[in-house]
């Protein structure tokens, strides 16, 4: 993915485990489990899943500020809404680290300049490769996007499918979570609601 990479986060860089603990931390949890460590099938567990754990949670890395840095002012007069819908987005729950897999519709409506189109999905990646409640992500994709344009308004949906839902707990499959954050005029026309709904549903 390009990206904009920044520094760790301050307070945390410092105390940032290495390579060989985040590995001795997996063969911890092999141990937890029940397992066998030293079987041919484990053995290299332990460095794939640090590597894994890297590329799942680059997000960290990653800042949306900078990413949705560079905006487009010759837009011939453009001023209606713009939606980027059906955005595929993997994340982990911050409360059991297991997947949640769904996808994000963004829209916007322009106040005299655009962004990349690539840029809002670059957006909901960032935030999506990071520890989340789903709440926090739309709030923090919506809040990014109105930072960086300025528009006269956003709209953010994002629908879930939670695997501490399906794989543990009450384990009910196929249960989607729906969150939506408003700012501008989505919030205050309810008509522009409406609108960004109908086009996400493919009634528009």
Known sequence: MDAIVKKFPAGDGDNRPTQAEAEEAVRTLLRWAGDDINREGLLDTPKRVAKAYKE?????????????????????????????????????????????????????????????LSKIARVVEIFGRRLQTQETMTAQVSGAIDDALHPRGVAVMIEAEHMCMSMRGIQKQGSTTITTAFKGA??????????FMTLIRGRG
């Open 186 to 195: 989505f919030k205050t026309e309810p008509h522009e609601q409406v609108r």
């Open 56 to 116: 799942l949670f680059s997000g960290y890395e990653l800042d949306a500020e900078e990413a949705l840095g560079r905006t487009f002012e010759d837009v011939g007069g453009y001023d209606d809404i713009v939606l980027v819908k059906d955005i595929p987005f993997f994340s982990h729950c911050e409360h059991h680290m297991v997947p949640i897999i769904g996808k994000a519709h963004v829209a916007y409506l322009p106040d005299g300049k655009v962004l990349g």
